[in-house]
Nanobody
Framework: QVQLVESGGGSVQAGGSLKLSCSPSPSGYTVSSNSMAWFRQAPGKEREGVAAIYNSGRSRNYASAVKGRFTIFEDNAENRIYLRMNSLKTEDTGVYYC????????????????????WGQGTQVTVST
């Protein structure tokens, strides 16, 4: 069973930046060979897709709320995916989850939770004014 491990969350003021990291355990799972995504869940709200990466890391989709501010990318040498978050807003506050699936396929314009089998434990991101 693949477990994804996230790191990099924290507290930041609005306008600041954070970079989240995700790696699989055990290491036999290769992120570049599978579709991966980041989701988030704000207090009292449903989990929502934020960004997806697929096509061996060559293609990326973003939710409209984060487009132009967030970047999802892979480091194949480290077998990790990252989410770089710039110009953070208070509405970006929530628990961020890394997700992966079996196979490399188009996830749709916005990733859907039901399409991903492997999940991390989540990392908290808090943006304050």
């Amino acid at each position: 069973q693949v477990q994804l491990v996230e790191s990099g969350g924290g507290s930041v003021q609005a306008g600041g930046s954070l970079k989240l990291s995700c790696s699989p355990s055990p290491s036999g799972y290769t992120v570049s060979s599978n579709s991966m995504a980041w989701f988030r869940q704000a207090p009292g709200k449903e989990r929502e897709g934020v960004a997806a990466i697929y096509n061996s890391g060559r293609s990326r989709n973003y939710a409209s709320a984060v487009k132009g501010r967030f970047t999802i990318f892979e480091d194949n040498a480290e077998n990790r995916i990252y989410l770089r978050m710039n110009s953070l807003k208070t509405e970006d506050t929530g628990v961020y989850y890394c997700a992966g699936t079996e196979g490399d396929w188009y996830p749709g314009q916005t990733p859907l939770s039901d399409d991903y089998q492997y999940w991390g434990q989540g990392t908290q991101v808090t943006v304050s004014t």
